[in-house]
């Protein structure tokens, strides 16, 4: 899993050091993130996802003891917290639909911008949901007993991942581009 | 399967982490809505995203507990690929130009 990990923390860095080239490079990015809504909604969604961390370290750590009902709860729980994540965000992706951001396209500025902005937010999404189905299918092993401790700890592993790289998308992707 | 230990601790142990991590991302909104030139706020939201994040590995994937070995094999390696990435950025100059849709 830290192999893994590894590879994708570099998939990411490599979009995340492109986009940023672009974005100190281009006077006429775009910047059309409100606070209210979009900058709310990012601190709702991160306030999610750094909760949904906490509660896969419950799980983990029932699971290691053994203890399967609570193990369960706690992964439920991360679960939906993840799903609450996703539904923000495809509610912030259509917001901006709504205002023309198209891949190419939108109405401020750069036309990198859409390209940018949902490739990074669309793999890190991608990554979100990917997670929610991998403890899906965890948490259901482990409670019947197919599965033991040390998946969930790898899934947990995964979805701490997923966390972090969320911290490096919300001060890249939004906080450089908030609307003044 | 790991050793049955007692659980229930887990999450106040926890709970400075957590907090420490949202008051970080607390203080990037807050330097966002102030007066820095794009490349400054660059500098400092990316430095407080590496130490968010260096939390995060460090305690909640518990890097800071692994075998040492580990730590030095994936940490510099990711370091140094980072770093190679920025090799390019100067060939990504040409975007500037040769971006789609130029004007």
Same mark, same amino acid.
């Given at each position: 899993?830290?192999?893994? +990990? +590894?590879?994708?923390?570099?998939?990411?860095?490599?979009?995340?050091?492109?986009?940023?080239?672009?974005?100190?490079?281009?006077?006429?990015?775009?910047?059309?993130? #409100?606070?209210?809504?979009?900058?709310?909604?990012?601190?709702?969604?991160?306030?999610?996802?750094?909760?949904?961390?906490?509660?896969?370290?419950?799980?983990?750590?029932?699971? #290691?003891?053994?203890? #399967?009902?609570?193990?369960?709860?706690?992964?439920?729980?991360?679960?939906?917290?993840?799903?609450?994540?996703?539904?923000?965000?495809?509610?912030?992706?259509?917001?901006?639909?709504?205002?023309?951001?198209?891949?190419?396209?939108?109405?401020?500025?750069?036309?990198?911008?859409?390209? %940018?902005?949902?490739? +990074?937010?669309?793999?890190?999404?991608?990554?979100?949901?990917?997670?929610?189905?991998?403890?899906?299918? +965890?948490?259901?092993?482990?409670?019947?007993? #197919?599965? %033991?401790?040390?998946?969930?700890? %790898? %899934?947990?592993?995964?979805?701490?991942?997923?966390?972090?790289?969320?911290?490096?998308?919300?001060?890249?992707?939004?906080?450089?581009?908030?609307?003044? | 399967?790991?050793?049955? $230990?007692?659980?229930?601790?887990?999450?106040?142990?926890?709970?400075?982490?957590?907090?420490?991590? /949202?008051?970080?991302?607390?203080?990037?909104?807050?330097?966002?809505?102030?007066? @820095?030139?794009?490349?400054?706020?660059?500098?400092?939201?990316?430095?407080?995203?590496?130490?968010?994040?260096?939390?995060?590995?460090?305690? @909640?994937?518990? !890097?800071?507990?692994?075998?040492? $070995?580990?730590?030095?094999?994936?940490?510099?390696? !990711?370091?140094?690929?980072?770093?190679?990435?920025?090799?390019?950025? $100067?060939?990504?100059?040409?975007?500037?130009? /040769?971006?789609? @849709?130029?004007?």
């Amino acid at each position: 899993m830290w192999l893994f +990990i +590894i590879s994708d923390a570099v998939t990411f860095g490599a979009l995340l050091f492109g986009y940023g080239y672009l974005r100190t490079a281009s006077p006429d990015w775009p910047t059309p993130f #409100k606070f209210n809504p979009s900058i709310l909604n990012v601190m709702i969604m991160t306030f999610v996802l750094v909760t949904s961390s906490l509660t896969m370290l419950g799980a983990v750590d029932a699971a #290691k003891a053994g203890d #399967k009902p609570k193990a369960g709860r706690f992964m439920w729980s991360t679960i939906l917290l993840g799903v609450i994540f996703a539904g923000l965000h495809i509610r912030e992706w259509f917001g901006l639909i709504d205002e023309g951001v198209r891949l190419f396209q939108n109405p401020w500025g750069s036309p990198l911008f859409g390209a %940018t902005f949902f490739s +990074i937010t669309g793999l890190h999404l991608l990554h979100v949901v990917s997670g929610v189905v991998a403890i899906a299918v +965890i948490a259901r092993g482990f409670a019947r007993g #197919k599965l %033991t401790a040390g998946h969930v700890e %790898t %899934t947990g592993l995964y979805w701490h991942f997923v966390d972090v790289v969320w911290m490096f998308v919300v001060p890249l992707v939004y906080l450089l581009n908030v609307s003044r | 399967m790991a050793a049955l $230990t007692k659980s229930g601790s887990v999450i106040p142990k926890y709970l400075p982490v957590y907090f420490v991590l /949202l008051a970080i991302a607390g203080l990037e909104v807050f330097l966002a809505y102030q007066n @820095f030139a794009t490349g400054s706020l660059l500098a400092i939201l990316l430095g407080l995203a590496v130490c968010g994040g260096a939390l995060a590995v460090m305690y @909640f994937m518990h !890097l800071a507990r692994e075998r040492r $070995t580990l730590f030095l094999t994936l940490i510099p390696a !990711l370091i140094f690929v980072l770093l190679m990435l920025n090799m390019i950025w $100067t060939d990504s100059f040409r975007l500037l130009h /040769l971006r789609p @849709f130029a004007h």
